[in-house]
């Protein structure tokens, strides 16, 4: 019997990580946030009442088998015109929303047209918003607000959704069949976090039985993980999962004095890998993790995005051993 492999966030980062473990002999399945609210997302769910499709859109298209085409079109964004800034992907999965039953059936649709190998899977179909409070006692409201307080220098203390979230039955029994859960990379606390937020997730990851992977972060996230080395992306992690992390995939790479500079002008920087010296009772596997190419950002996307990613053959190579 297949291994299961769940892989929890949402963003670029999980569908580096899809798109690496898609070809292994696996059971292979994703659990998606759900509380984006910026770009072409927010604007859907402004204008349409629709609930997030670009989150799910990344994963599908990550482990599709489907001609280079049809992934190509579903990553699509206009440029000019009424649908400037809107990515194609999301206008697909927001029109099968208003002409299905239910959203199962906008999932099994949209994987059906792109040849999905693997369970993608909503954390939740309500809708709500991300929530965090920083230290200062400041509190902001909408995960493209968070995004976009870059200039904040007070840590995050309480993240939440609001209102409560009620899961997707099909994610709590996918977490408890699955061996291993794969958490990230992404940004901790608008990606990562807002799944664990959701009613009943953190109680039945910690019931379960599957291991726990953390692939750690390769650069701090301005406004929201400031100066953290990846002892605190583990410790802040650990409070919203209840449950200790098996293991912990850090890059060992050099990453180019270029990328360094232009995240040093976001006020962002390497995450320093300080796990032993804090204690880490788990099992550290470090690895050059790096993707040589410099992503540059599409002219019609109105969002700031990070220019290095994680290779995603690299990853799946290291994670090898662990999930066969």
């Known amino acids: 019997m297949l291994k299961k492999i769940t892989v929890i966030g949402g963003g670029t980062g999980t569908f580096v990580i899809l798109s690496g473990l898609k070809q292994y002999p696996i059971d292979l399945g994703v659990i998606v946030t759900m509380m984006d609210s910026g770009g072409s997302t927010g604007r859907l769910r402004d204008q349409l009442g629709v609930l997030p499709p670009g989150d799910l859109r990344q994963c599908l298209v990550a482990l599709s088998d489907a001609p280079l085409l049809w992934r190509k079109l579903f990553l699509y964004r206009f440029g000019s015109g009424d649908f400037s800034g809107h990515n194609f992907g999301n206008l697909f999965i927001s029109a099968l929303e208003k002409v299905c039953n239910n959203y199962d059936d906008v999932i099994s649709t949209a994987s059906y047209v792109l040849k999905t190998k693997g369970q ?15 230290k200062s006692g400041k ?13 904040e220098s007070s840590p995050i203390q309480k993240a939440y959704l609001e209102p409560n979230a009620n899961p997707n039955i099909k994610v709590v029994q996918r977490i408890k069949d699955s061996d291993i859960l794969i958490i990230g990379p992404g940004d901790l606390y608008t990606s990562i976090i807002p799944v664990l937020l959701v009613d009943k997730i953190k109680e039945t990851i910690i019931s379960g039985k599957a291991k726990i992977i953390f692939i750690m972060n390769l650069m701090t996230k301005s406004g929201q993980t400031n100066n953290y080395n990846a002892s605190k992306h583990l410790q802040d992690l650990e409070k919203y999962l209840g449950k200790q992390i098996d293991y912990v995939v850090a890059n060992s790479g050099e990453i180019p004095s270029e990328i360094l500079q232009w995240y040093k002008k976001n006020n962002e920087k390497i995450v320093k890998n300080d796990l032993l010296e804090n204690g880490y009772k788990g099992k550290i596997i470090q690895q050059n993790l790096i993707d040589a190419q410099l992503f540059e950002k599409e002219t019609a996307d109105r969002l700031t ?20």
């Open 305 to 324: 995005r990070s220019i290095l990613r994680h290779d995603s053959d690299k990853l799946a190579k290291t994670l090898e051993n662990i999930i066969l």
């Open 120 to 134: 993608v899977l909503p954390v939740t179909f309500d809708k709500t918003h991300l929530c965090v409070e920083y």
């Open 139 to 151: 509190i902001i409201r909408g995960e493209n607000k968070i995004e976009e307080n870059t200039n």
